[in-house]
């Protein structure tokens, strides 16, 4: 079962412009992890907010988390072709368990 | 130094057969964690190993076993395969700490295709 759900399920946008997604999750978490996918390969680790956190930057994205509203978003700036992948959210259902949203898949339209 | 390592990459495999796969950690990493994801039910977890122990389970039928040797490298074996089991498995590893607060490192998945 998915801990949490991401929207939207699709984005295209053009490259150049901001991409904004979102993730919502169920229970009460230590932190959420967002990775990205591309073509059905493996995922790649882009970025861990603890839950004492409210923003965190790293390069082009910035993630925020309200756990209030038990939500994140991810934000990429300035997109690029290479952006295009599936993106995901992630919470730890056990020490070693990820628990994974069903992912936004972003297009970047050159 | 170097990331996951999953082999084989592609594998095709007919119902009722039996398959493994195998996964390398990264080197220090004590923590093997195995995954499914197929475009109905998306990622899912199959379950965890650290210093060759079982330590965590998803909800899979016993078909879906696993285990690990004592450098930290991990297999997993499907027995009787069903047409439900193709899917893209994912290995990952970790340091492994009792808490979850340690990044997990992916490989590239194994394709499996059952005919």
């Known amino acids: 079962s998915q801990q949490g759900e991401e929207d939207p399920q699709a984005l295209s946008i053009q490259e150049g412009e901001n991409a904004t997604m979102n993730c919502s999750y169920k229970?009460?978490?230590?932190?959420l992890q967002w990775y990205r996918q591309n073509s059905g390969r493996g995922l790649v680790h882009l970025i861990l907010?603890?839950?004492?956190?409210r923003e965190k930057h790293s390069g082009r994205l910035r993630v925020t988390l309200d756990t209030s509203k038990k939500s994140s978003s991810l934000l990429i700036t300035a997109s690029r072709a290479a952006d295009t992948a599936s993106y995901f959210c992630?919470?730890?259902?056990?020490?070693?368990?990820?628990?994974f949203g069903q992912g936004t898949r972003l297009t970047i339209n050159p | 130094k170097a990331g996951v390592t999953q082999t084989p990459r592609y594998l095709i495999k007919t119902r009722g057969q039996q398959v493994t796969l195998s996964c390398s950690p990264i080197s220090g990493h004590r923590s093997v964690s195995w995954y499914q994801q197929t475009p109905g039910q998306g990622l899912q977890f199959l379950f965890e190993y650290f210093s060759e122990t079982q330590r965590n389970k998803g909800n899979f039928p016993g078909r879906f076993s696993g285990r690990q040797f004592s450098n930290s490298r991990s297999e997993m074996n499907v027995s009787t395969l069903e047409l439900g089991d193709s899917a893209l498995y994912l290995c990952a590893s970790s340091l492994g700490g009792a808490t979850s607060t340690d990044t997990q490192y992916f490989g590239p998945g194994t394709r499996l295709t059952v005919l």
């Open positions: 229970t009460s978490i230590n932190n």
């Open positions: 992630a919470t730890h259902g056990g020490a070693q368990k990820l628990v």
């Open positions: 907010i603890r839950s004492n956190e």
